[in-house]
């Protein structure tokens, strides 16, 4: 089939619920994706965060084709050893919590919010907190926990139950909380929104508050997760647990899984009845997440990650020096946002032409998220073209342009 032959039968069969953009991709390797006329790209943003490790990393590959002829699917009523040592491992490499398996961040983070109402219920708290600009899913809950109503407001009647506040901001977190506040959800970096880093202090203060007032503190690390920051997880850059982790992207090296960590006391909440998921954990997804966290332990990415990521993060700064267009750089290790003046989906053209693809998110904020077993060489490859890119941006926009964004 050529590319125009796909793009049609999309056109004819397709729900368009998606902007999609102008490719029709058929295979991909590492950081490279290639189009139906074997143009070959340099890809800065695989999967939409989901492939950390590349496109079909060969150590997943190989453990879902193996599994796959052993037992794909096994229902929840059974046991079997896979899930037993995907839990261990997450557990391990987390807060020691036990885990719930789904199969995407919006059903984590439906099975935290349920977590939240439960665990609220004995002492009357059910409202839920969350943070402007957060992304939490799509469903009919996680879209109503969302907070940008842009997503939400064409499905009311909402769900009820939730509130909303800025990031970052204690003062007025402290305004919303109530007595019946049974928890708050937060992205330690927002992603969607733009990459925004929480502050430590304001996670410490959340923390204590929650401790003093018996709400949960939930971390939504679907996208921030699974090392992409040179941490597994970004809270263990703040100093600050939260009593409920959901998971989901990069945590199945390209094969759909979600997940939910919930400290012990917690978790002890879902008994046999309150929760399930059909596919939840099943041997196939479960092989996956053993695969991709063994592959980042043998191959060291965590610190592999951190060192790539120093090294993206002094480029970026060294072309905000150069080019007025950037208005700012924030993120952690190989979770950037480049932040500029002026509409971003000019520069993502501009990469596009040049055989990078990067994303847009916010109007105005370019993510940049390398699979962290990119090479050296191919991160500095990017890199020069994303400069061509921003330059060609920078003469195009005049300075008195910026001030309209
Ligand atoms: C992508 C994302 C989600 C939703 O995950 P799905 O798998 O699309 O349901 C939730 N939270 C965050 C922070 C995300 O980035």
């Known amino acids: 089939m050529n590319a125009d032959e796909v793009k049609k039968l999309y056109h004819d069969y397709v729900i368009s619920c998606y902007g999609r953009d102008d490719f029709v991709f058929v295979r991909g390797r590492g950081c490279y994706l290639w189009d139906a006329d074997g143009n070959r790209y340099l890809d800065f943003f695989p999967g939409w965060a989901v492939s950390g490790l590349?496109?079909?990393?060969?150590?997943?590959?190989?453990?879902?084709?193996?599994?796959?002829?052993?037992?794909?699917?096994?229902?929840?009523?059974?046991?079997?050893?896979?899930?037993?040592?995907?839990?261990?491992?997450?557990?391990?490499?987390?807060?020691?919590?036990?885990?719930?398996?789904?199969?995407?961040?919006?059903?984590?983070?439906?099975?935290?919010?349920?977590?939240?109402?439960?665990?609220?219920?004995?002492?009357?708290?059910?409202?839920?907190?969350?943070?402007?600009?957060?992304?939490?899913?799509?469903?009919?809950?996680?879209?109503?926990?969302?907070?940008?109503?842009?997503?939400?407001?064409?499905?009311?009647?909402?769900?009820?139950?939730?509130?909303?506040?800025?990031?970052?901001?204690?003062?007025?977190?402290?305004?919303?909380?109530?007595?019946?506040?049974?928890?708050?959800?937060?992205?330690?970096?927002?992603?969607?929104?733009?990459?925004?880093?929480?502050?430590a202090d304001y996670l410490k203060r959340v923390r204590s508050l929650c401790n003093e007032k018996g709400m949960l503190l939930v971390f939504?690390?679907?996208?921030?997760?699974?090392?992409?920051?040179?941490?597994?997880?970004?809270?263990?850059?703040?100093?600050?647990?939260?009593?409920?982790?959901?998971?989901?992207?990069?945590?199945?090296?390209?094969?759909?899984?979600?997940?939910?960590?919930?400290?012990?006391?917690?978790?002890?909440?879902?008994?046999?009845?309150?929760?399930?998921?059909?596919?939840?954990?099943?041997?196939?997804?479960?092989?996956?997440?053993?695969?991709?966290?063994?592959?980042?332990?043998?191959?060291?990415?965590?610190?592999?990650?951190e060192h790539l990521g120093m090294l993206l993060r002094e480029t970026l700064e060294k072309y905000k020096k150069m080019f007025p267009v950037i208005k700012d750089v924030r993120g952690i290790g190989l979770m950037m946002g480049l932040d500029l003046n002026v509409p971003g989906k000019d520069l993502v053209q501009a990469c596009w032409k040049r055989g990078l693809l990067v994303n847009c998110t916010h109007d105005t904020v370019i993510r940049i998220m390398p699979p962290m077993n990119i090479k050296e060489s191919q991160l500095k490859k990017g890199l020069r073209i994303l400069k061509e890119g921003i330059k060609e941006i920078n003469n195009k926009f005049k300075a008195s342009e910026f001030a309209r964004v």
């Not at 995407?104 to 943070?131: D, F, P, T, V």
């Not at 879209?143 to 842009?150: C, D, E, I, R």
């Not at 992409?228 to 390209?254: E, N, S």
């Open 54 to 199: 590349g496109h079909s990393p060969a150590t997943v590959v190989k453990a879902i084709s193996n599994q796959a002829k052993v037992l794909m699917h096994l229902s929840n009523n059974y046991y079997h050893p896979w899930q037993a040592l995907a839990a261990r491992k997450l557990s391990e490499i987390s807060f020691g919590g036990k885990v719930f398996f789904c199969n995407s961040g919006a059903e984590a983070n439906e099975g935290a919010i349920k977590l939240c109402r439960l665990h609220g219920s004995a002492n009357g708290k059910w409202r839920i907190i969350s943070m402007q600009n957060s992304f939490h899913g799509r469903t009919l809950a996680t879209v109503t926990l969302t907070g940008q109503v842009k997503y939400s407001a064409p499905f009311a009647p909402l769900p009820e139950g939730f509130d909303y506040v800025a990031f970052n901001d204690f003062a007025a977190l402290e305004r919303v909380v109530s007595a019946e506040t049974a928890g708050i959800f937060i992205e330690p970096i927002q992603g969607e929104g733009g990459i925004n880093v929480a502050n």
């Open 220 to 305: 939504d690390e679907v996208q921030t997760g699974m090392g992409k920051t040179g941490r597994y997880f970004a809270y263990q850059h703040f100093g600050v647990i939260p009593d409920v982790m959901t998971l989901a992207k990069t945590i199945g090296g390209g094969f759909p899984v979600g997940a939910l960590v919930a400290k012990n006391d917690v978790a002890g909440l879902l008994v046999p009845g309150t929760h399930a998921s059909t596919f939840g954990g099943n041997p196939l997804a479960c092989a996956a997440v053993l695969a991709t966290i063994e592959t980042i332990e043998q191959e060291n990415l965590l610190a592999r990650a």
